[in-house]
């Protein structure tokens, strides 16, 4: 099963992604009988909310937001509109 979101990145658009991915698990386990935990739940998201948080945060626009579930995994994608891939940066101990 597998579900994309269009969010118009503005200041709304993180909790919508929470609800977005809420109801997309709640249809998961309605629909196709997919076991789905608290943890899974949980986890789905905070990593929705950490993935548009630092899309709204480091690009301007529009993000798109994909789900995807099998029996084993919940798949996270976001697309922002900065045509730059992200680099990764070293641990801050102080954060």
């Known amino acids: 099963m597998r579900v994309g979101y269009a969010l118009d990145g503005d200041d709304s658009c993180i909790a ?14 309605a629909e196709q009988h997919l076991p789905v935990s608290a943890r899974a739940r949980d986890l789905t998201a905070l990593v929705v909310s950490e993935l548009v948080t630092n ?21 996270v994608a976001v697309w922002d509109s900065d045509p730059t891939m992200p680099a990764a940066r070293a641990a801050d101990p102080n954060r």
Do not use: Q, W
Not at 55 to 75: C, D, F, H, Q, S
């Open 16 to 29: 919508d992604a929470r609800r977005h991915a809420a109801a997309f698990l709640d249809r998961a386990s």
């Open 55 to 75: 899309t709204r945060k480091y690009a301007p626009g529009p993000v798109l937001l994909e789900l995807r579930i099998t029996a084993r995994v919940v798949e």
